[in-house]
């Protein structure tokens, strides 16, 4: 799928508590504030999922998270409309043979 797909369905998440895992392994959960066409990720309210290892995260609330460091982004299941996602996909495909 196309980032700019991707853009428009994080877009909508905006406000809803995620879970961001990196490529370091540190995990972060949060509300999604805002997110960019490089798909870098402002979270607020956050929290580590392994504290003791990143002790130092504790004291932090907001951050900002670049898109190349991004391993997967963990949504609210009642939130995702797979239906509308994957029409979109096929749509965005069918586009791009043409």
Do not use: W
């Amino acid at each position: 799928m196309h980032a700019t797909l991707f853009y428009s369905f994080f877009k909508s998440l905006v406000g809803k508590d995620v879970v961001v895992e990196l490529k370091n392994d540190l995990s972060i959960c949060g509300t999604l504030h805002s997110v960019d066409q490089y798909l870098n990720i402002k979270l607020t309210d956050i929290s580590v999922t392994d504290p003791e290892k990143y002790p130092h995260m504790l004291s932090v609330k907001n951050c900002f998270i670049r898109g190349s460091v991004v391993h997967y982004v963990q949504l609210p299941a009642d939130e995702v409309d797979t239906q509308l996602l994957q029409d979109a996909a096929r749509k965005e495909a069918l586009q791009q043979k043409q």
